[in-house]
């Protein structure tokens, strides 16, 4: 049974789901030349963020969750070609508010962690 939540996101660029739902969610994104923010092959932040994000949706795996806000810190680089996983955890449940935090690496090397504070709405976002 696939994801209940951003069904139609690319995995290229964020990540493919590995696991999902009762606030635990997975991610591994494969980096590409496309990702480099320069010619040495730094991969930009924004995939990172984008593949934590998307492990933390996976976590509450709602259709309607949003991300509300982020606290972050980007811990190390990545390089073209390295692959990250992102696990995130649930820490947190009031009312529509989830607080998930999550952990990506390479290997064994954190690169990002934080805090994601995610919400499940009545409606879709765009509706509003």
């Known amino acids: ?70 606290d972050t810190r980007f811990l190390a680089p990545v390089r073209v070609g390295e692959v990250v996983e992102a696990e995130a955890e649930r820490t947190e449940v009031k009312g529509r508010k989830h607080a998930v935090r999550v952990v990506a690496r390479v290997g064994e090397r954190v690169v990002l962690e934080g805090v994601f504070t995610t919400f499940v709405l009545d409606t879709h976002v765009l509706d509003r």
């Open 1 to 70: 049974m696939p994801p209940a939540t951003h069904l139609a996101i690319d995995a290229g660029l964020v990540g493919v789901p590995l696991s999902w739902g009762e606030g635990r969610g997975r991610a591994r994104l494969v980096t590409t030349p496309a990702m480099a923010a320069d010619a040495r092959g730094l991969v930009h932040g924004g995939f990172v963020f984008g593949l934590a994000d998307y492990a933390a949706m996976l976590a509450v795996d709602d259709p309607l969750v949003v991300l509300g806000s982020a």
